[in-house]
Every structure is written in structure tokens, then in C-alpha cells.
């Protein structure tokens, strides 16, 4: 089945030690999103990629950075976790363009603790 | 700003009610609308998406879009204790950036 996979489920790491998350997908879509959820919160957009071009939200720590070497996998790099960061973290993808169809679709999630 | 607001409950219904879920949204230019579940600990889950007024029924999931009100609400018939959860409304930015703007989310919890 056609799917957004993320890796680890579930991530543990000390306080300013760097950790890297990652997404696939085999959906072939061009868009992929990195949101952070905190409890009983809306999911909040990081950055986003229609292709290889980067778009960064304007209130996203410098702590955080991403890269998409290619259509399938995306990666969210945290530099200095800080207690802050704990949260849920989810990648999702979307089909491009202006259509009103296009419809989001997320991965399971991981779950980083910072210790 | 563009605001997608929802209740953030909880709403409880027993099983087998109707629940009722609002959402109302800011830019009057959106043209795309989608409801996910999210279980507790759990990813959202695309559950319904509506583009037009009036209904769109899809099993027990009815959704309703008023634009003129600017207004999106989601009806779930027969509620289960499985349907316990909390269901995020979504608006696909209409500027052209790809982005889909969330509310808070409704958590709903149906007794048995």
C-alpha cells in the first residue's frame, strides 16, 4: 500500500545531543511537511518542500533544519534538542498544484523525548 | 492572520447520538476543507474533505459546508465508543502555498 513511513517511532535524546528524524513515502507526491504537535495542540508547520525547493516558516527555531535529497525521503534534523522540542512530530505529504482536491496525508508520527 | 477555529470540547454523546463537530475559518477565499481523527498518541487520519456547499455523506460521517457562513461542520450518525477521539479541522491555504491551516481539534468522547 501506498504509504508515509517515519522512523523511529519513538526517539529518546539528551538535552543538546542532535538527532535526526526521518520520513519516506511511496505516494510519489511532491509536496512533504514537517509539523510539530504538542499536546492538545493543532499540529504546527516547521517547513515545507515542493521538490527540492525549501520552504521554511518564519517562526521555526534555527535549532531545526530539514533536508529532501530526493522525491521519497526527508529528514528533520534538530540540532540542540531542548526540553522544548519534546513533542510529537509528524510528516505528511501532498499532492501540488492549485487543485482544490489535493489532500494531506500524514505518517505515524515519532514521538522524541528529551531527556 | 488565517484562524481555523473548533471547539476544543470535550463534547459527550452517548452511543448511538448524533455528534455534532463546528469548525469556522477566516479567509473567505478557501475553497477546500478536510476533517482528520486523531486518536490519543496517534497520527491524524484523513476522514472526510469537502469542496462545495451543502452535504457530503460518507458512511456515517455526514459533512456540511456553508461558505457564505464560512462555516465546516462534521455529523457523525450512530456514534461509536470507537469514534472517541479527537477530530481536527483543516483549510487548504487558497493563495497557493501549499500550506493547510489546522484548528485546535474538538475532542469528543462517545459513553457506552
Known amino acids: 500500500d501506498a504509504m508515509v513511513i517515519q522512523n523511529p517511532r519513538y526517539q529518546v535524546t539528551q538535552f543538546g545531543k542532535p538527532v535526526t528524524l526521518s520520513c519516506s513515502q511511496t505516494?510519489?507526491?511532491?509536496?512533504m511537511y514537517w509539523y510539530q504537535q504538542k499536546s492538545s495542540q493543532a499540529p504546527k508547520l516547521l517547513f515545507h518542500y515542493y521538490d527540492k525547493d525549501f520552504n521554511n516558516e518564519a517562526d521555526t527555531p534555527d535549532n531545526f533544519q530539514s533536508r529532501r535529497p530526493n522525491t521519497s525521503f526527508c529528514f528533520l534534523d534538530i540540532r540542540s534538542p531542548g526540553l522544548g522540542d519534546a513533542a510529537m512530530y509528524l510528516c505528511a505529504t501532498s499532492t501540488p498544484g492549485t487543485s482544490l482536491y489535493n489532500e494531506q496525508f500524514f505518517g505515524p508520527g515519532t514521538r522524541l523525548t528529551v531527556l | 492572520q488565517k484562524e481555523v477555529e473548533q471547539n476544543s470540547g470535550p463534547l459527550s454523546v452517548p452511543e448511538g447520538a448524533i455528534a455534532s463537530l463546528n469548525c469556522t475559518y477566516s479567509?473567505?477565499?478557501?475553497?477546500?476543507f478536510f476533517w482528520y481523527r486523531q486518536y490519543s498518541g496517534k497520527s491524524p487520519e484523513l476522514i472526510m474533505s469537502?469542496?462545495?456547499?451543502g452535504d457530503k455523506e460518507d458512511g456515517r460521517f455526514t459533512a456540511q459546508l456553508n461558505k457564505a457562513s464560512q462555516y465546516v461542520s462534521l455529523l457523525i450518525r450512530d456514534s461509536q465508543p470507537s469514534d472517541s477521539a479527537t477530530y481536527l479541522c483543516?483549510?487548504?491555504?487558497?493563495?497557493?502555498?501549499?500550506?493547510?491551516?489546522f484548528g485546535t481539534g474538538t475532542r469528543l468522547k462517545v459513553l457506552a
Open positions: 505516494l510519489n507526491h511532491n509536496v
Open positions: 483543516a483549510v487548504k491555504d487558497p493563495s497557493g502555498t501549499y500550506k493547510y491551516i
Open positions: 469537502i469542496y462545495s456547499n
Open positions: 479567509d473567505r477565499g478557501s475553497q477546500s
